[in-house]
């Protein structure tokens, strides 16, 4: 039978198609279940792409799910067929191919898919880039309506969208990406994003009083998207902008452009601070808005600093999330190896991406930090609680004589020691979960925290038996004590 693999979106492992969970860390593989697409062709394009599943169609594509039969790499290819189009279409579609194909092939970035390949038949242009597993943005809100994000993560994905926009700006000369909106960023089920459809960003030129192919998205677009004056790069600023503010808020910019209400939460002097950096990211003037990505970036760096102070934690000790999952999600994936007579830039075009990535990986602001791990006094405290917990079911056993002296003169005071017996554990759990969350937001491990939650949920069950049973036998047997 033909192998293919699937690659998990958390670890990266290589997994067969059958499986549902990842054998290396248990994830669930997203696309194992999914009903095959009984549209897409059974096509071997260039005999090399397989052609699986449709998974993505835009104005004039359709991408599918691929093999690289060569490399057994999973992969996208997008489809352009001009076949129906008008004269007028045709042009659109072509000029789009051209330019996401000039755009990507010079990109490298963690955030942004990497083109393989791109070639045509009769029929249509292909391009062949990193498969993603995930959703866009888009379909992600549609799915949490209401308020998706918390702060720290909305701080996160703005951090993340500077750098790769930073990284686009900073191009010689400058690509403005021109239509950054929630259906062009894609999210994997581990949290790593990447920005997608190059088809209409384009090359700034200077002085070029404006743009020759003026559109966007509504809501998303900056106003001299609309033909008034030449795209910037504060034309992207406005357009994260906008993307950030309705994560924060759930309301979609589509339905009333360039109206922006104040963040909800004003009285958090970090909601306050990104309230007004959102307000002048989507000033009208673009005069108005921040110069450059960098200082947006900065600007979100520092309020996520004063938020995690407020969170109390250290702001030392802050490291956006999502980025640092970030690093090990574009270096996990396999590239492919094996170049064949008709691609023979790819590996070295390949080899070239690997090394600049390790270049953006150690130049990254989001690069592990040296500084020593936060120590977490909530699993010290959750082991500790737990570990004291074990023995209070023996000790209510042992002391059941004494237990019932008292409960014979003093029902209150037996109930507030049997409280008493169960707190360690129930304390156990609650600094287990702290622990957690703690080390969830400032990167650490939690296993200690997951032992001492786990030891208190179960010593926390035991003692209920225990307790439970002591009670049940002395309303059985002694039922006068407790004055039936
Ligand atoms: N590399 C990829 N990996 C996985 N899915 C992808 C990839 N690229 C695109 N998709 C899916 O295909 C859909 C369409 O892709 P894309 O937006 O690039 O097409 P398009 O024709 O340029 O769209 P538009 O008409 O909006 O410009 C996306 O919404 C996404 O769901």
């Given at each position: 039978m033909e192998q293919l693999d699937i690659y998990c979106s958390h670890c990266g492992a290589s997994n067969h198609?059958?499986?549902?969970?990842?054998?290396?860390?248990?994830?669930?593989?997203?696309?194992?279940?999914?009903?095959?697409?009984?549209?897409?062709?059974e096509i071997l394009l260039q005999q090399r792409y397989r052609l699986l599943n449709k998974i993505g169609e835009g104005g004039f594509s359709i991408v599918y799910r691929a093999e690289d039969i060569q490399t057994r790499q999973v992969v996208a290819v997008k489809a352009v067929s001009l076949r129906g189009l008008s004269a007028q279409e045709k042009i659109e579609a072509t000029d789009a191919f051209n330019r996401e194909v000039t755009i990507l092939t010079k990109l490298t970035h963690r955030n942004l898919p990497r083109l393989y390949r791109h070639f045509s038949d009769a029929e249509c242009w292909y391009m062949v880039m990193d498969y993603i597993e995930g959703e866009t943005l888009e379909k992600y809100l549609e799915r949490h309506?209401?308020?998706?994000?918390?702060l720290e993560e909305v701080l996160d994905i703005g951090t993340i969208l500077c750098d790769v926009l930073d990284y686009l700006h900073s191009n010689q000369p400058p690509i403005i990406f021109r239509d950054l909106k929630p259906a062009n960023i894609m999210v994997t089920s581990a949290g790593y994003i990447y920005v997608i459809d190059f088809g209409i960003a384009r090359q700034f030129k200077q002085g070029k009083p404006k743009d020759t192919i003026p559109f966007g998205?509504?809501?998303?677009?900056?106003?001299?998207?609309?033909?008034k004056a030449q795209t910037t790069p504060r034309s992207d600023i406005y357009s994260l902008g906008a993307i950030l503010h309705q994560l924060m808020t759930g309301s979609d910019p589509s339905q009333s452009p360039f109206a922006f209400a104040p963040l909800p939460n004003l009285h958090q002097q970090a909601v306050a601070k990104l309230d007004t950096l959102l307000q002048r990211m989507v000033a009208l003037d673009s005069q108005r808005r921040p110069d450059s990505m960098v200082e947006v970036q900065e600007s979100l760096q520092e309020i996520s600093r004063l938020h995690y102070h407020q969170q109390g934690l250290s702001s030392q000790y802050y490291r956006p999330t999502l980025s640092r999952t970030f690093q090990t999600a574009a270096y996990a994936q396999p590239l492919p190896s094996t170049p064949t007579p008709n691609n023979a830039g790819v590996a070295t075009f390949v080899q070239q991406q690997q090394q600049q990535q390790q270049t953006f990986y150690a130049a990254s602001p989001f690069a592990q930090s040296t500084t020593p791990p936060p120590s977490n006094r909530y699993q010290l405290y959750s082991i500790l609680c737990s570990l004291i917990g074990i023995f209070m079911p023996p000790f209510l056993c042992l002391a059941s004589t004494q237990i019932l002296f008292i409960l014979q003169r003093h029902i209150p005071i037996t109930l507030f020691i049997y409280a008493l017996l169960l707190a360690p554990s129930v304390l156990g759990i609650v600094f287990g979960h702290k622990g957690r969350d703690f080390a969830r937001r400032t990167g650490t491990s939690a296993d200690t925290a997951t032992v001492g939650l786990t030891l208190g949920y179960l010593f926390t069950a035991i003692y209920l038996v225990f307790a439970l049973c002591f009670f049940s036998t002395t309303i059985l047997f002694m039922p006068h004590i407790l004055g039936f």
């Open positions: 198609k059958e499986e549902v969970h990842c054998f290396a860390c248990g994830h669930t593989l997203a696309d194992a279940d999914a009903p095959a697409d009984t549209t897409a062709p309506q209401q308020m998706p994000f918390r998205s509504p809501g998303y677009a900056a106003p001299e998207q609309y033909g």
